[in-house]
């Protein structure tokens, strides 16, 4: 860690249990995230490009997580490892590679989703649980389906 420019982890998301987290230096420039996010689905939000595979998770956590947390993992390791590497580096360099990293970790997340929608059985969630996730989901007009 260095003491001047310091690194913190962000997922830019609502689910850090499925999210990876990934590396921004405040000194150098946060990645474009996208608008701000609101209570309906957005695609160009990185919050909603997150949140069809949070909820589809959720549906069935172990058995879902199960098909990427061991990806996740070694990416956000990787993602970690490169961070502490560049800690004295110039910003646009710190910059550069926190970009890549969202960048990376997007389109392991469209890969996890298609995988874990393939292979999407009922949910488990109980009766009461679930009905009040698909009235979430209708609200913010998410299809989990597609």
Not at 126 to 143: C, D, L, T, V
Request: proline share 7%; aromatic share 10%; net charge neutral.
């Amino acid at each position: 860690m260095h003491s001047q420019h310091p690194v913190y982890f962000i997922t830019g998301t609502a689910a850090p249990c499925t999210s990876i987290f990934k590396p921004v230096w405040p000194n150098a420039g946060i990645p474009d995230l996208g608008p701000q996010p609101t209570g309906t689905n957005d695609p160009a939000t990185l919050f909603w490009q997150h949140e069809r595979l949070h909820r589809l998770t959720m549906q069935d956590y172990h058995r879902c997580l199960e098909l990427y947390h061991q990806e996740r993992d070694r990416l956000e390791a990787r993602f970690v490892s490169g961070a502490l590497e560049l800690a004295s580096a110039p910003k646009d360099e710190r910059l550069a590679f926190s970009k890549r990293c969202f960048a990376e970790a997007s389109a392991a997340e469209e890969v996890w989703l298609e995988r874990a929608s393939k292979t999407a059985g009922p949910s488990r969630l109980s009766w009461h649980y679930n009905r009040a996730w698909k009235q979430f989901n209708k609200q913010a007009e998410i299809s989990l389906a597609d």
